[in-house]
């Protein structure tokens, strides 16, 4: 059974330039999350999609957004990449009710702005 | 607002011997609870998780955590620290079944032979 998977594993994007970030969801999830871990930080949250749309945010720009597909799965996208963007960027995925259910995390994409 | 505080930033312990990692939070209510474990480079597993009923849960990897309302607290703890037990412990919380995960800063656990 497939977990989370995140692609790319790494990449490095030079400032204001624009990056996309893709997660494919556990089999038999429906929601996905995605989290911005900076180092020696614990996971931020960006957003919550399910069913399409966008259900909660966290506190980041509008510069950060997203999308998911009728398959489930997700993209991130980051625009007008900043240094302070530099971070590992987490998806997890869940049934609905991912509080009751359970997170799975993929093991994220790191981003490095230069 | 909601917030976990994890207070150690980063604690050794002997191979074999206990281990207790703090977790306080900050609720209106009592939330869904969380431990997780990253590996260097990896992503998050969940370890064990709280809801209601019995306060004392146990988890994966040998793991148990216990919550005590009264002190708003969610500890960590394991009988005997194995040299694989290595890595960054994140204690997290969700307000209700819906709620996106709040972490603390996590504490990094090394683990001397």
């Known amino acids: 059974d497939a977990g989370v998977t995140q692609s790319p594993t790494h990449l490095i994007k030079t400032r204001g330039q624009q990056v996309t970030l893709r997660c494919s969801p556990k089999?038999?999830?429906?929601?996905v999350s995605w989290y911005q871990q900076a180092l020696g930080q614990g996971p931020q949250f960006i957003f919550q999609?399910?069913?399409?749309?966008?259900?909660q945010r966290g506190n980041f720009p509008d510069r950060f957004s997203g999308h998911q597909f009728p398959n489930y799965s997700s993209e991130l996208n980051v625009n007008a990449l900043l240094l302070g963007d530099s971070a590992l960027y987490l998806c997890?995925?869940?049934?609905?009710?991912?509080?009751?259910?359970?997170?799975?995390f993929g093991s994220g994409t790191r981003l490095t702005v230069v | 607002a909601q917030s976990v505080t994890q207070p150690d930033i980063h604690i050794t312990v002997s191979e074999g011997a206990s281990l207790e990692l703090r977790c306080n939070y900050s609720?209106?209510?009592?939330?869904?609870l969380f431990w997780y474990v990253q590996s260097p480079g990896q992503g998050l597993q969940l370890l064990l998780k709280?809801?209601?009923?019995?306060?004392l849960v146990q988890g994966i990897k040998g793991f148990e955590a216990e919550f005590k309302r009264s002190q708003s607290s969610f500890n960590l703890r394991k009988p005997s620290v194995h040299w694989s037990d290595a890595a960054e412990y994140f204690c997290?919380?969700?307000?209700?079944?819906?709620?996106?995960?709040?972490f603390g800063k996590g504490t990094k656990l090394s683990v001397k032979p």
């Open positions: 997290a919380i969700t307000r209700g079944s819906q709620g996106n995960l709040i």
């Open positions: 609720y209106g209510a009592t939330p869904y």
């Open positions: 709280y809801f209601s009923g019995d306060t």
């Open positions: 997890a995925s869940s049934r609905r009710g991912g509080g009751l259910y359970g997170y799975t």
């Open positions: 089999s038999g999830h429906d929601t």
């Open positions: 999609y399910y069913e399409e749309e966008e259900r």
